[in-house]
């Protein structure tokens, strides 16, 4: 694997790139966080308040970067599960881990006057167990691994400040005291089947919550009265010489401008507040098979797509494709720094920092 040996700091502009600043030393290598040499993925990260980096691995756990070194966290330190699905950090600085085995929380306040470095180190047993009820009278499921499970895919904290949980049991409301469960099969234009599922949750800027899940079709929209579904554009993508449709999506962002941006295996959506205007490689998105995981809107307003063709930047008018210097190029979390440096997570628990034109490298095989 080719490390490179210098550490650089993005300074993300307008044309999707920016100049890498010069005065950090080149003869030191970047702090490496361990990679799977299975399947693993990074599939989720956050910047928390005092500065510090989280990435969630799909098999080895939680990591925390201090901007120094990381420190990894597993089931030995009070997770439930070494596979992390999601991860927030809620208005009074707790952050809530999402595993395929419940929800987990970490309280920095109970380390208050105590050293953080300390406090946090990898003997420690520093996260609580959270038990989300189980709602009664579940439909059948074949599978009781995943029905014993409560696996979290997603967590959101609402302008309310009520935190929204999306499980593979359903959708809950927690307003810290209580978990209820979001009752959509009772609410109009019920969407909910037995076998459907939510998998990911977005408020925008008017308090409307989406949702969005790969055996639904199209989108779902609860303006806090009624859900309203929006059918979507058929997607085709090739796979193994066969075209497969996809009409569902995940929401992911909401721009400056105020468009609502949605995903799926064979693209993206761009919702104005009245029509859906599909983005795929036949509509000029270039760089990707089709799938596309991730996007996130960065301070610039520039636009960031992430999927298993690497990263491509949308500038409000033309695409930019990355992924020279990725290992993997399948790309499943973006997050821009509070600096402004870009953090990409991949699949075989790849890290990467991108300094506007070439990938450093962060992880490192498992010894």
């Known amino acids: 694997m080719q490390v490179f040996i210098f550490l650089a700091i993005l300074l993300l502009g307008t044309a999707c790139n920016g100049p890498v600043k010069k005065d950090v030393p080149k003869e030191k290598e970047p702090p490496k966080l ?30 925390k970067y201090d901007g120094k070194s990381f420190s990894q966290f597993l089931v030995a330190n009070g997770l ?23 929800l987990c929380l970490y309280d920095p306040s109970a380390h208050v006057g105590s050293d953080q470095h ?32 409560h696996w979290v895919y997603s967590i959101m904290q609402a302008k309310s400040g009520k935190l929204w949980f999306v499980t593979i049991d359903g959708v809950y409301n927690y307003d810290g005291k209580f978990f209820t469960p979001f009752a959509i099969n009772e609410a109009a234009n019920s969407f909910l089947g037995s076998n459907d599922k939510v998998e990911r949750i977005l408020e925008d800027k008017a308090g409307n919550i989406w949702f969005g899940g790969r055996t639904n079709e199209g989108v779902f929209r609860y303006d806090g009265k009624s859900i309203t579904n929006f059918k979507l554009k058929e997607l085709t993508l090739q796979f193994d010489s ?42 000029g998105f270039p760089g990707y098979n089709g799938l596309v995981t991730k996007i996130i809107e960065d301070k610039n307003g520039n636009l960031w797509f992430g999927g298993d063709g690497g990263l491509s930047c949308y500038n409000g008018k033309s695409f930019t494709c990355f992924k020279d210097g990725l290992i993997n190029p399948w790309i499943w ?6 600096t402004g440096n870009l953090w990409v997570g991949t699949r075989e628990t790849g890290l990467y920092l991108f300094d506007g034109k070439i990938f450093i490298d962060y992880s490192e095989d498992k010894q």
């Not at 180190?121 to 599978?143: A, H, M, S």
């Not at 066969?242 to 721009?255: E, F, G, L, T, Y």
């Open 34 to 63: 361990i990679k799977n040499l299975g399947n693993g993925n990074v599939q989720c990260s956050l910047q928390d308040k005092s500065g510090n980096l989280w990435f969630g691995t799909s098999d080895n756990g939680l990591y």
């Open 80 to 102: 439930n599960s070494n596979h992390v699905s999601c991860i927030l950090e809620d208005k009074d600085g707790k952050i809530w881990i999402g595993t395929d085995a419940g």
């Open 118 to 149: 300390k406090s946090l180190r990898t003997e420690d047993k520093i996260f609580t167990k959270i038990e989300i009820p189980l709602p009664k009278n579940l439909p059948p499921n074949k599978n009781e691994y995943y029905r014993n499970s």
């Open 242 to 283: 066969k075209r497969v449709i996809h009409s569902w999506a995940w929401p992911q962002c909401q721009d400056k401008n105020g468009n609502i941006w949605f995903s799926n295996w064979a693209g993206a959506y761009r919702y104005d507040g009245k029509t859906f205007t599909s983005f795929t490689k036949t509509d």
């Open 333 to 338: 979390t973006i997050l821009e720094d509070k």
